[in-house]
Protein backbone atom coordinates (compact mmCIF):
# COMPACT_ATOMS: atom_id res chain seq x y z
CA UNK A 1 0.00 0.00 0.00
CA UNK A 2 1.15 3.53 -0.79
CA UNK A 3 1.71 6.05 2.06
CA UNK A 4 -0.73 8.92 1.59
CA UNK A 5 0.02 12.76 1.54
CA UNK A 6 -3.14 14.94 2.71
CA UNK A 7 -3.94 18.24 1.69
CA UNK A 8 -6.08 21.12 2.61
CA UNK A 9 -9.49 19.11 1.74
CA UNK A 10 -10.62 16.86 5.30
CA UNK A 11 -10.30 13.78 3.81
CA UNK A 12 -8.72 10.55 4.53
CA UNK A 13 -7.57 7.22 2.62
CA UNK A 14 -9.44 3.85 3.93
CA UNK A 15 -8.00 3.03 7.14
CA UNK A 16 -7.60 -0.53 5.84
CA UNK A 17 -4.59 1.12 3.53
CA UNK A 18 -1.97 0.80 6.27
CA UNK A 19 1.02 0.35 6.04
CA UNK A 20 1.84 -3.14 8.02
CA UNK A 21 2.86 -0.78 11.47
CA UNK A 22 -0.07 0.74 10.79
CA UNK A 23 0.86 4.34 9.60
CA UNK A 24 -1.90 5.92 6.80
CA UNK A 25 -1.09 9.40 5.87
CA UNK A 26 1.43 12.31 6.14
CA UNK A 27 0.30 15.94 6.32
CA UNK A 28 -2.90 17.53 6.91
CA UNK A 29 -3.31 19.75 9.92
CA UNK A 30 -4.17 18.93 14.05
CA UNK A 31 -7.48 21.22 13.09
CA UNK A 32 -10.35 20.37 15.29
CA UNK A 33 -12.82 18.77 12.06
CA UNK A 34 -9.50 17.46 10.84
CA UNK A 35 -9.24 15.34 14.14
CA UNK A 36 -13.08 14.94 14.67
CA UNK A 37 -12.91 13.06 11.10
CA UNK A 38 -9.55 10.98 11.97
CA UNK A 39 -11.17 9.43 15.05
CA UNK A 40 -14.62 8.81 13.11
CA UNK A 41 -12.89 6.90 10.69
CA UNK A 42 -10.24 4.72 13.68
CA UNK A 43 -7.44 6.93 12.44
CA UNK A 44 -5.48 8.94 14.81
CA UNK A 45 -2.40 11.51 14.91
CA UNK A 46 1.21 10.33 16.55
CA UNK A 47 4.56 11.91 16.09
CA UNK A 48 7.08 13.55 17.24
CA UNK A 49 8.23 17.27 17.35
CA UNK A 50 10.18 17.85 14.27
CA UNK A 51 8.40 15.17 12.20
CA UNK A 52 5.20 15.78 10.05
CA UNK A 53 1.77 15.03 11.46
CA UNK A 54 1.97 11.10 10.80
CA UNK A 55 -1.71 9.18 11.11
CA UNK A 56 -2.41 5.83 12.50
CA UNK A 57 -4.77 2.93 12.16
CA UNK A 58 -2.90 0.05 13.40
CA UNK A 59 -3.89 -3.51 13.04
CA UNK A 60 -4.62 -5.03 15.68
CA UNK A 61 -5.93 -2.70 18.05
CA UNK A 62 -6.13 -2.00 21.97
CA UNK A 63 -9.67 -1.83 22.83
CA UNK A 64 -11.61 -1.68 25.94
CA UNK A 65 -15.18 -2.59 26.70
CA UNK A 66 -16.09 -0.48 29.46
CA UNK A 67 -18.74 -2.53 31.09
CA UNK A 68 -16.22 -5.95 31.11
CA UNK A 69 -13.54 -3.47 33.33
CA UNK A 70 -12.71 -4.75 36.24
CA UNK A 71 -10.41 -3.08 38.66
CA UNK A 72 -7.42 -4.48 39.33
CA UNK A 73 -7.23 -6.39 43.15
CA UNK A 74 -4.75 -4.43 44.27
CA UNK A 75 -6.57 -0.83 43.33
CA UNK A 76 -10.10 -1.90 44.89
CA UNK A 77 -8.89 -0.46 48.73
CA UNK A 78 -8.05 2.34 47.01
CA UNK A 79 -10.84 3.19 45.42
CA UNK A 80 -13.20 1.84 48.43
CA UNK A 81 -11.55 3.97 51.04
CA UNK A 82 -11.43 7.26 48.54
CA UNK A 83 -7.99 7.64 48.81
CA UNK A 84 -8.10 10.49 45.97
CA UNK A 85 -10.63 13.14 44.88
CA UNK A 86 -11.54 12.34 41.71
CA UNK A 87 -13.35 15.05 39.22
CA UNK A 88 -14.51 14.71 35.70
CA UNK A 89 -13.26 17.89 33.43
CA UNK A 90 -11.71 19.93 36.08
CA UNK A 91 -8.59 20.61 35.03
CA UNK A 92 -8.17 19.28 31.21
CA UNK A 93 -5.25 21.44 30.57
CA UNK A 94 -3.56 20.66 33.77
CA UNK A 95 -4.23 16.66 33.16
CA UNK A 96 -2.46 16.99 29.48
CA UNK A 97 0.37 19.71 30.57
CA UNK A 98 1.48 16.98 32.80
CA UNK A 99 1.07 14.16 30.53
CA UNK A 100 3.47 15.94 28.28
CA UNK A 101 6.07 16.98 30.60
CA UNK A 102 5.65 13.93 33.56
CA UNK A 103 8.78 11.24 32.49
CA UNK A 104 8.19 7.51 31.98
CA UNK A 105 10.30 4.60 32.26
CA UNK A 106 12.09 3.80 28.86
CA UNK A 107 10.88 6.78 26.79
CA UNK A 108 13.59 9.57 25.75
CA UNK A 109 11.02 12.93 25.96
CA UNK A 110 7.59 12.83 24.59
CA UNK A 111 5.30 13.00 21.61
CA UNK A 112 2.93 15.57 23.38
CA UNK A 113 4.78 18.55 21.79
CA UNK A 114 3.15 22.44 21.28
CA UNK A 115 1.29 21.20 18.27
CA UNK A 116 -0.47 18.59 20.00
CA UNK A 117 -1.16 20.26 23.26
CA UNK A 118 -3.13 23.10 21.17
CA UNK A 119 -4.79 20.84 18.93
CA UNK A 120 -6.53 18.82 21.80
CA UNK A 121 -6.71 22.05 24.17
CA UNK A 122 -8.85 23.10 21.29
CA UNK A 123 -10.98 19.97 21.03
CA UNK A 124 -11.74 19.88 25.13
CA UNK A 125 -12.47 23.53 24.64
CA UNK A 126 -15.41 22.62 21.33
CA UNK A 127 -16.40 20.01 23.94
CA UNK A 128 -14.97 16.76 22.52
CA UNK A 129 -12.65 16.75 24.38
CA UNK A 130 -12.29 15.23 28.04
CA UNK A 131 -10.48 14.50 31.32
CA UNK A 132 -10.71 12.61 34.76
CA UNK A 133 -8.67 13.73 37.59
CA UNK A 134 -7.64 12.29 40.96
CA UNK A 135 -6.42 14.88 44.14
CA UNK A 136 -4.60 14.66 46.93
CA UNK A 137 -5.88 18.03 48.40
CA UNK A 138 -6.06 20.41 46.22
CA UNK A 139 -2.73 19.02 43.92
CA UNK A 140 -3.27 17.53 41.01
CA UNK A 141 -1.56 14.40 40.81
CA UNK A 142 -3.01 11.80 37.96
CA UNK A 143 -5.47 11.87 35.12
CA UNK A 144 -6.50 10.78 32.13
CA UNK A 145 -7.82 12.34 28.73
CA UNK A 146 -9.37 11.62 25.24
CA UNK A 147 -11.63 12.48 22.81
CA UNK A 148 -15.38 11.42 22.70
CA UNK A 149 -17.61 11.21 19.47
CA UNK A 150 -21.31 9.87 19.81
CA UNK A 151 -20.98 6.81 22.55
CA UNK A 152 -17.11 6.20 21.55
CA UNK A 153 -14.24 7.01 23.65
CA UNK A 154 -10.83 7.42 22.20
CA UNK A 155 -8.56 6.60 25.04
CA UNK A 156 -5.01 9.29 24.24
CA UNK A 157 -3.13 9.23 28.02
CA UNK A 158 -2.68 9.37 31.78
CA UNK A 159 -0.21 10.68 33.79
CA UNK A 160 0.67 9.56 37.66
CA UNK A 161 2.75 12.12 40.28
CA UNK A 162 1.47 9.65 43.00
CA UNK A 163 1.47 5.52 42.86
CA UNK A 164 -1.60 4.67 41.31
CA UNK A 165 -3.37 7.75 40.59
CA UNK A 166 -3.37 7.23 37.15
CA UNK A 167 -4.97 4.23 37.48
CA UNK A 168 -7.71 5.25 40.15
CA UNK A 169 -8.89 8.09 37.84
CA UNK A 170 -8.55 5.21 34.83
CA UNK A 171 -10.95 3.33 36.60
CA UNK A 172 -13.39 5.85 37.14
CA UNK A 173 -13.56 6.86 33.74
CA UNK A 174 -14.48 3.56 32.81
CA UNK A 175 -17.02 3.27 35.62
CA UNK A 176 -18.20 6.60 34.15
CA UNK A 177 -18.86 5.45 30.58
CA UNK A 178 -20.34 1.77 31.71
CA UNK A 179 -22.97 4.31 33.76
CA UNK A 180 -23.48 6.51 30.02
CA UNK A 181 -23.96 2.98 28.04
CA UNK A 182 -20.41 3.91 26.31
CA UNK A 183 -19.86 0.04 24.32
CA UNK A 184 -15.84 0.58 23.82
CA UNK A 185 -12.85 2.72 24.46
CA UNK A 186 -10.11 2.71 21.58
CA UNK A 187 -6.73 2.23 23.31
CA UNK A 188 -4.90 2.23 19.78
CA UNK A 189 -1.73 0.87 19.90
CA UNK A 190 -0.97 -2.21 22.59
CA UNK A 191 1.67 -2.51 25.24
CA UNK A 192 1.82 -4.42 27.99
CA UNK A 193 0.55 -2.04 30.60
CA UNK A 194 -2.85 -2.08 28.69
CA UNK A 195 -3.11 -5.60 28.50
CA UNK A 196 -2.49 -5.87 32.25
CA UNK A 197 -5.53 -2.95 32.63
CA UNK A 198 -7.31 -5.20 31.10
CA UNK A 199 -7.71 -4.11 27.13
CA UNK A 200 -8.15 -6.63 24.29
CA UNK A 201 -6.68 -7.05 20.85
CA UNK A 202 -9.67 -6.54 17.78
CA UNK A 203 -8.96 -7.36 14.39
CA UNK A 204 -9.40 -3.79 12.63
CA UNK A 205 -12.38 -5.25 10.69
CA UNK A 206 -14.13 -5.83 13.98
CA UNK A 207 -13.10 -2.40 15.40
CA UNK A 208 -13.80 -0.31 12.46
CA UNK A 209 -18.00 -2.11 12.80
CA UNK A 210 -18.15 -1.62 16.21
CA UNK A 211 -16.78 2.35 15.63
CA UNK A 212 -19.11 2.72 13.45
CA UNK A 213 -22.18 2.05 15.44
CA UNK A 214 -20.58 3.53 18.52
CA UNK A 215 -19.92 6.92 16.38
CA UNK A 216 -23.81 6.80 15.06
CA UNK A 217 -25.41 6.96 19.00
CA UNK A 218 -25.60 10.48 20.98
CA UNK A 219 -24.04 10.03 23.87
CA UNK A 220 -26.80 10.04 27.08
CA UNK A 221 -27.83 13.57 28.51
CA UNK A 222 -25.31 14.88 30.67
CA UNK A 223 -22.14 12.94 30.19
CA UNK A 224 -19.73 15.25 29.91
CA UNK A 225 -20.15 18.56 31.85
CA UNK A 226 -18.90 21.70 31.05
CA UNK A 227 -15.44 22.80 31.69
CA UNK A 228 -14.03 23.55 35.13
CA UNK A 229 -17.35 22.51 36.85
CA UNK A 230 -15.40 20.33 39.10
CA UNK A 231 -18.10 17.68 38.66
CA UNK A 232 -17.24 14.76 41.20
CA UNK A 233 -17.05 10.82 40.26
CA UNK A 234 -18.06 8.55 42.86
CA UNK A 235 -17.27 5.18 42.89
CA UNK A 236 -19.53 3.92 45.57
CA UNK A 237 -22.41 5.23 43.36
CA UNK A 238 -22.14 2.65 40.95
Not at 102 to 109: A, S
Not at 136 to 144: H, N
Not at 154 to 176: D, I, T, W
Not at 205 to 228: D, I, M, N, T, Y
Request: charged share 20%; glycine share 10%.
Amino acid sequence: MPLYGLDNRILFPPPQHALADGLLAVGGDLSVPRLLEAYRNGIFPWFSEGEPILWWSPDPRAVFVPEAFRAQRSLRPLLNRKAFRVTLNADFEGVIRHCSSVPRPGQDGTWIGPQMLDAYIALHRAGHAHSVEAWAGDALVGGVYGVAIGSAFYGENMFSLQPNASKVAFAHLMRHLTRHGFPLVDAQVHNAHLERLGAQLWPRPRFLEALEHAVSRPCAQGCWPASGERTALDWSAG
